[in-house]
């Protein structure tokens, strides 16, 4: 099979289960329990307490958890990596522009760039197996300015420390590039709400 029959294949794959990531990623979730003593030792390694993340309407690792580096194309032209990022608060955002729940969330995730990149935050969102045109066309109606990344294979996406089977999934990680976080779908809090702006600064300040 060749590299263009087989992301045909995926993104045909992907976009016939547009209904189920949906459901998916839009449905009321609740964070897998955290044990007393595992949420000590949470507490202890990223030395912001678990309950703070939970509060957040994140899913939480229950040991130190370090991302993936990758490197992909940026719509505005070039390559990134994700370690480039480093010394910075990163959100990592998957997803797609006929995602309604991405679209949804989307102003939100601008809204909080906008408000602390200054600060040392950057959004990365990386699209999900499409093509630079559609991405550019959607990126330039909305008038979205954080960087955005090409995973036209889904390579990244479906890497085994990502694990993007539903869209969006949405992972926080610290300026030493450990996840502190994982967030699928969009119930809970906003990002611009209080709750996820306090945590994202005491991120920041650490």
């Known amino acids: 099979m060749t590299r263009g029959t087989r992301i045909k294949a995926f993104t045909t794959a992907l976009m016939g289960m547009t209904a189920v990531l949906l459901v998916a990623s839009c449905a009321p979730r609740t964070p897998a329990p955290v044990s007393a ?18 509060k957040a309407g ?9 991302s ?31 995602c ?4 949804q969330e989307m102003p939100a995730m601008q809204k ?43 390579e990244v996406a479906g890497n085994s420390v990502y694990s993007a089977n539903a869209i969006p999934t949405n992972y926080i990680i610290d300026k030493n590039g450990k996840i502190r976080g994982r967030k699928i779908g969009i119930d809970g809090p906003e990002w611009t709400s209080k709750v996820r702006v306090t945590l994202f600064e005491r991120l920041l300040s650490l």
């Open 37 to 54: 003593s595992t949420e000590a030792s949470v507490a202890s390694t990223q030395s912001v307490p678990a309950e703070e993340l939970q």
């Open 100 to 103: 309604v729940p991405c679209q």
């Open 112 to 154: 909080l760039y906008d408000q602390l990149k200054s600060k040392g935050l950057v959004v990365v969102a990386v699209d999900v197996a499409e093509d630079k045109a559609t991405v550019a066309a959607f990126l330039r109606k909305n008038g979205y300015t954080f960087p955005v990344l090409l995973d036209t294979t889904g």
């Open 58 to 66: 994140l899913d939480i690792p229950t040991q130190e958890l370090a």
């Open 68 to 98: 993936a580096d990758f490197k992909l194309e940026l719509i505005t032209g070039g390559t990134v990596s994700l370690s480039s990022y480093r010394g910075k608060v990163v959100l990592l955002s998957f997803w797609a522009t006929w």
